[in-house]
């Protein structure tokens, strides 16, 4: 065997300014992304009391979102090769904008459950197509760091949502106290959304079309205009050249081509929904969904746990920014191995931590013994350094650059409504799991983190550097690498 062959076409020796325009145009769905999906952290509690509902059905309205975001993402993938990545952008920012008036608006739990999925049908979407266009509009050299602008975009997203939650909640004397206009607090941390999801849809307008699409679609001379202008390519032509031959144009993209002999679909596939699964078993979601409520549980008020929820964020946006100059100089497979280890150590220091905790007669918890309760407090914080800087942004540049061109937005697809699936059933049972103990949640976070460490190690392929069209070329990973069988072109199975 040998290794796939250096990528033929020259490729860009400098970051285009443009193209950074762009991937911050695209990211923005991001943002959006992590905004929707923080925004319930800091108004849990209130809907509960609102709607008197069971700590059941609180998880189930909480996590309702998920299931739209699993449906779309399934969508947008079929969506995107029909009708191109921009439109995808621009329904998803209408959708965005419906969710936070309705959600902000609704008058019973039904209501809210069926905007909030509403605008989960959004985020799915956004999960999809911003990863994949970046990729499609990066140069090889800095794809790792353009594409991680999407985990970027998330964290600041997640920040966003926190502190705009923490000043409506310090502002009206509580996320339950009515604020302007007679309406409660939690209300406007829905609503306060349509600001961004407007400036989405308005910057989406605006940027060019991924010339992977258009080379699928045939205007060639768009395409090259594209790539010429934002990718920094120098030999245009042949750059066309190699994407027709990747997406063999002359055949019709769907679902069907992600077909194989391992359980029904191609392994690189497998290795893609196995990727999104990991990343949301480890439970990362549970602090940014959960964390307000679960730092009230070990004594802190309300505003000390909004603040504590705002600096884990904060802290996720800064080791985000040192992943993002990381990702194209050590690569994305040592960066996840990292990750795995940093992550199953601070877990298993969580659950170790929540044993030494004292409960009431209800089984909450109301204190620790000695130290405990700091320990737990910087295992969480660990945790979210370990992610931020590994699992967080580097699935996502991997899903975006993994998978060949004919097979990219629909594999992405499935990829990424995997992982809301997966992010749906971790977010909806951690009530239950909490009932349990919380010593056996992060228990079970810190053995899945152990098996991710394992899964990187075997089925995990080092991308860095790599150009798209080479994706095609390979067909099975080797000691972390995609290597060819045979010395002619053959694609991935």
Known sequence: MTESPAPASPVASRLNRRVIGISIGAALGGFLFGFDSSVINGAVDSIQGEYELSDAFTGFAVASTLLGCAVGAWFAGTIANRYGRIRVMVLASILFLASALGSGLAFGIWDLVIWRVLGGLAVGAASVIAPAYIAEVSPSKFRGRLGSLQQLAIVTGIFTALLTGQLFAEAAGGASEEFWFGLEAWRWMFMAEAIPAAIYGLAALRLPESPRYLVGRGDDKQAAEVLRMFTGVEDVDHKIEEIE??????????????????????????????????????????????????????????????????????????????????????????????????????????????????????????????????????GANAFVVFFGATWGPVVWVLLGEMFPNRIRASALAVAAAAQWLANWAITVSFPQMASIGLTFAYGFYASMALLSLVFVFFRVPETKGMELEAMNSDVKVKRGHFVRETAGPAHID
């Open 245 to 378: 031959e990747s997406l063999h144009r002359e055949e019709k993209q769907s679902l069907r081509d992600l077909r194989g002999r391992a359980l029904g679909l191609k392994p690189i596939v497998w290795t893609g929904i196995l990727l999104s699964v990991f990343q949301q078993f480890v439970g990362i979601n549970v602090i940014f969904y959960y964390s307000t409520t679960l730092w009230q549980s070990v004594g802190f008020e309300e505003s000390q746990a909004f603040l504590t929820s705002t600096i884990t964020s904060i802290t996720n946006i800064v080791v985000t920014v040192v992943a993002i100059i990381l990702v194209d100089r050590i690569g994305r497979r040592l960066m996840l191995l990292i990750g795995s280890a940093g992550m199953t150590v601070s877990l298993g220091l969580m659950a170790v931590a929540f044993s030494q905790a004292i409960t009431d007669d209800a089984g909450e918890v109301t204190d620790f013994v000695g130290a405990w309760g700091t320990i737990a407090v910087v």
